[in-house]
Nanobody
Framework: QVQLAESGGGLVSAAESLRLSCVVS????????LAWFRQAPGKEREFVAS????????YYADSVKGRFAISRDNAKNSHYLQMNSLRPEDTAIYFC?????????????????WGQGTQVTVSS
């Protein structure tokens, strides 16, 4: 059984940075594409970033391009989301996901495995 666990969320001020981590267990991590999604209060879950199994290809939502960076460390079965220049509108629960049904995979229904989420709150 594949399990994902996020960490690294918290409360920060605008313009500060956070780094989210996601550890994946129980599967063939090195063969999985990986992603981050987020869900703000009263809104649907939205795509943030994804990275291919080889790390050669990454995709970002327009709203985070140039500020966020996704990466992976296959030796640690982990992937990361470095978030810089945070804004109040980045406030959301952030979810990591693994193993898409297709690629690219910008929709949440494309992904098979999910973490429980970690809260990120950015104050103005």
């Amino acid at each position: 059984q594949v399990q994902l666990a996020e960490s690294g969320g918290g409360l920060v001020s605008a313009a500060e940075s956070l780094r989210l981590s996601c550890v994946v267990s129980g599967g063939l991590f090195s063969m999985y594409a990986l992603a981050w999604f987020r869900q703000a209060p009263g809104k649907e879950r939205e795509f943030v970033a994804s990275i291919s199994w080889s790390a050669e290809t990454t995709y970002y939502a327009d709203s985070v391009k140039g500020r966020f960076a996704i990466s992976r460390d296959n030796a640690k079965n982990s992937h990361y989301l470095q978030m810089n220049s945070l804004r109040p509108e980045d406030t959301a629960i952030y979810f990591c996901a693994a193993h898409p049904k297709r690629w690219p995979a910008p929709n949440d229904y494309d992904w098979d495995y999910w973490g429980q989420g970690t809260q990120v709150t950015v104050s103005s």
